[in-house]
């Protein structure tokens, strides 16, 4: 039985010296806060954005054009939908458009657009409506 009890007492000793041996644990790092990157718009919102276009059709062709504006410099994408007569939607995006450069949507049959849609994107973040073109 003694020997039980001095087994126990040198489990007990060296569980404690094993214990207080070892390195103490490094403290956590502390995030560092990260600044707001929201971006603030440079001009007033309420002053919409115009940019100026040209919609032709032409048989099977649904022609797109950017001819200017005071601000079509600053837009940097433009989404187009397409509502045709029989509420078929056509989409695309285009990144990067290009004044003067046409966009030309071509059907299988005779262009039946009824509403073209566009949606800017410019430099500042700001979305806008620049066309609501019923054919």
């Given at each position: 039985?003694?020997?039980?009890?001095?087994?126990?007492?040198?489990?007990?000793?060296?569980?404690?010296?094993?214990?207080?041996?070892?390195?103490?644990p490094q403290p956590a790092p502390v995030a560092t806060p990260v600044p707001d990157t929201t971006v603030v718009p440079t001009r007033d919102p309420a002053v919409p954005r115009q940019v100026d276009f040209a919609v032709t059709e032409a048989g099977p062709y649904l022609n797109i054009t950017i001819t200017g504006g005071a601000d079509a410099a600053d837009m940097v994408?433009?989404?187009?939908?397409?509502?045709?007569?029989?509420s078929q939607n056509v989409?695309?995006?285009?990144?990067?458009?290009?004044?003067?450069?046409?966009?030309?949507?071509?059907y299988r049959g005779v262009a039946d657009a009824s509403v073209v849609n566009i949606v800017g994107t410019f430099s500042d973040g700001f979305q806008q409506t620049v066309l609501m073109y019923y054919v």
């Open positions: 039985m003694r020997r039980f009890v001095w087994c126990l007492a040198a489990i007990f000793l060296l569980i404690l010296i094993c214990g207080c041996l070892q390195p103490s994408a433009m989404n187009i939908r397409i509502t045709n007569q029989n989409q695309r995006t285009i990144t990067s458009p290009i004044i003067g450069s046409p966009y030309i949507f071509t």
